[in-house]
Structure formats: structure tokens, C-alpha cells
């Protein structure tokens, strides 16, 4: 079965418009103090009476929330009111205490390994750079080159300079 252009575009827009429905209804409505109609997903301030009310979402009370926003909530409310020697809360504070400083353990262990072996390998370079041995490296072309006298020196240098770091 074959739809016309005509056709496809009433089926789009009777998709969109099931689609937007539920959104539309989550939308509070009202007249503020100047007359003008307000939007917002978030029920109208308090000092609005019901009778400005033009819409409310389905599923909602009849009278707005009297509560402030939480921008506008005062500081102390943000935080709940805790005594401080809470058991309950110490053990919390204490267990995340814990769990960090095990975590930084086990980063300052890992970071300990990769030192040793970078220092190994280091080592080994520098063992192979003294005894003479050729050592050949791929340039940027992808051709094989042999290090020469001045190449060695300078990766010599570069070698014990890893060595001086990572070797502590």
C-alpha cells in the first residue's frame, strides 16, 4: 500500500501531536500579579491564587505548592540537621575515609610498579647502549637506520636521565 506526500504528512503530524500531548500536559498556567500568562513545569508560586490558575498538570493538587525552590530554600535547609556524635554517621565518615585512603594505596602502589619496570627496561637500554651492540630504530619514512656513535651518546643521555627519575 502506497500513502501520497499529502497522506505521509498528516501521519507525521498526528504522530507529533500524540507525541507532544503528554509533555504539554506536565505544564503549569497561570495569570500573574501584572496579568500576563505564565508557563512552567513547576507549580506557581504561592501567592497565586487558584483562580489565576488557567491550567495544571493531570494528577495534581488543585492548590499550588507552597513551598520555595530549592535556590531559595535557606542554607540550613539543604543540609539536614545531624548531631554530631552520631554513630552512625562517624562510621560513614570513617568507612569513606578508609575506602579513599586504600584507594590512594593502591594508586601509589601501581605507580610504584610501573616505576620499577620502566626503570628495568631503562637499565637493560643502558646495558645494551655500553656493551656496543647495534641498535637500530625505524625513522618516519618506515626505513631501518643504525644509531651512530653521536646517536648512542645522545640516547645514552636520554637513557640515564629515565634512569635518575624513574630509578629512586
Do not use: H
Amino acid at each position: 500500500m502506497r500513502f501520497t506526500p499529502i497522506a505521509r504528512i498528516g501521519a507525521v503530524l498526528v504522530t507529533a501531536a500524540v507525541l507532544c500531548t503528554p509533555a504539554l500536559s506536565a505544564q503549569w498556567k497561570w495569570r500573574d500579579a501584572q496579568g500576563s500568562v505564565q508557563y512552567s513545569d513547576r507549580p506557581p508560586p504561592a501567592d497565586i491564587q487558584d483562580s489565576q490558575i488557567l491550567s495544571r498538570p493531570r494528577g495534581r493538587p488543585a492548590t499550588p505548592v507552597t513551598t520555595k525552590p530549592a535556590d531559595e530554600a535557606p542554607a540550613s535547609a539543604a543540609k539536614p540537621s545531624v548531631k554530631a556524635s552520631d554513630p552512625q554517621l562517624e562510621a560513614q565518615k570513617k568507612k569513606l575515609e578508609e575506602a579513599e585512603a586504600a584507594k590512594k594505596k593502591a594508586e601509589e602502589a601501581k605507580r610504584n610498579q610501573g616505576n620499577a619496570e620502566t626503570c628495568q627496561r631503562a637499565r637493560n637500554y643502558e646495558k645494551s647502549l655500553n656493551d656496543g651492540l647495534r641498535i637500530s630504530r625505524t625513522n618516519s619514512k618506515g626505513e631501518r637506520e643504525i644509531l651512530d656513535d653521536q646517536g648512542r651518546a645522545s640516547e645514552l643521555a636520554r637513557t640515564r636521565e629515565v634512569i635518575g627519575e624513574s630509578c629512586r
